[in-house]
């Protein structure tokens, strides 16, 4: 089965820094990669996807992901954080066969120091 | 276009109540998925329909839990009767093919709180 580990559980940055937030996922074939945003009180809004093509996705609010498959990851990225970046941050996976399912990491918790 | 809808955003209920949340998801949408979001065990999938038919129920945590939908743009989630474990945030999703797989959108979520 397949699996999604996000081993930061929290992070924090200051504001204008760049950012890394880490996935790893686990499955045998070509995976579809998700990164959804979730801030206080809302539900999840997709930040970008991946499923085939071009590894270096590009999302909302300036975000990008990148796919390597040698690494199972997909990372995700922004160059420069702002203080409204500051949210929950959930990486997924979705496969064929797997009936439209999803299946979540745990989340990754963003603080924005300003 | 509208997204996801549910109702109530939040509700408060004593231990015992039957409690029921509702959802319309995104017109064309025919995957309809429900969660549960608490601290402790994170977001869980409870069930999903595709096409109106449950497909997977097995994330229903009892059969306190059951869950409905009589047309493609209304469902259902029931307890009955709730218990203060049962309080979290539940989220309804949508989702149709074409997008990529799993692919899915979510509403705003209702906050459930058993007294």
């Known amino acids: 089965a397949q699996s999604v580990t996000q081993p930061d559980i929290h992070i924090t940055v200051s504001e204008g820094a760049s950012l890394e937030l880490r996935c790893n996922y686990s499955y045998g074939a070509t995976p579809y990669l998700f990164w959804y945003v979730q801030s206080p009180g809302q539900g999840l809004q997709l930040l970008l996807k991946y499923f085939s093509g071009d590894t270096l996705v590009q999302g909302i609010k300036g975000f990008e992901a990148e796919f390597k498959r040698s690494q199972s990851s997909f990372n995700l990225r922004k160059p420069s954080v702002h203080w409204s970046d500051a949210a929950e941050y959930f990486c997924?996976?979705?496969?064929?066969?797997?009936?439209?399912?999803?299946?979540f990491g745990t989340g990754t918790q963003l603080k924005v120091e300003l | 276009d509208a997204g996801v809808i549910q109702s109530p955003r939040h509700e408060v209920t004593e231990m015992g109540q039957e409690v029921t949340l509702r959802c319309k998801p995104i017109?064309?949408?025919?995957?309809l998925f429900w969660y549960r979001q608490t601290m402790m065990r994170g977001l869980e999938l409870l069930i999903y329909?595709?096409?109106?038919?449950?497909?997977?129920d097995s994330g229903m945590p009892e059969d306190r839990f059951s869950a409905k939908m009589p047309n493609a743009s209304f469902s259902t989630l029931k307890i009955q009767p709730s218990e203060p474990r049962d309080s979290a945030v539940y989220f309804c999703a949508s989702g149709r093919p074409g997008l990529a797989v799993g692919e899915q959108y979510f509403g705003p979520g209702t906050r459930l709180t058993v007294t």
């Open positions: 329909f595709n096409n109106n038919v449950p497909i997977d």
């Open positions: 997924a996976v979705g496969v064929t066969g797997g009936g439209n399912k999803l299946t």
């Open positions: 017109s064309g949408h025919d995957y």
